[in-house]
């Protein structure tokens, strides 16, 4: 069995920070990941850790009445992954709230 891994949530310069000096990755949502991602690369690397080792991954976040309709998750899929990747995350986690959502992503992810 592998070990746990602990991924820190970081919405916040300091989450950032401490998710590279004792978490095994680190997410943020899409308003702060660029902002703080060097934040978290620095803490790694004063900690001696190998980004290698770690799994990043960028967060949507819609508002309470949000939906994906519109949004490149669900109309080009693939270039808003290679964009956050360029960016420096390793994957996204997409909020799906209603089952209208689903169906968009699931739409999207035949088109891929």
Excluded: K
Excluded at 1 to 22: F, K, W
Excluded at 70 to 84: K, N, Q
């Amino acid at each position: 069995v592998p070990p746990p891994r602990i991924i820190i949530g970081g919405e916040t310069t300091a989450g950032a920070r401490l998710a590279g000096r004792i978490g095994d990755g680190w997410t943020a949502f899409v308003d702060t990941f660029e902002r703080d991602i060097p934040v978290y690369l620095d803490s790694l690397a004063a900690a001696q850790r190998r980004r290698a080792d770690q799994l990043v991954l960028v967060g949507n976040q819609f508002g309470p009445n949000g939906s994906l309709a519109g949004s490149p998750w669900v109309t080009d899929p693939r270039a808003e992954l290679d964009r956050w990747r360029a960016c420096g995350a390793d994957g996204a986690v997409v909020m799906a709230r209603t089952t209208a959502d689903v169906d968009l992503l699931v739409e999207a992810v035949q088109r891929w």
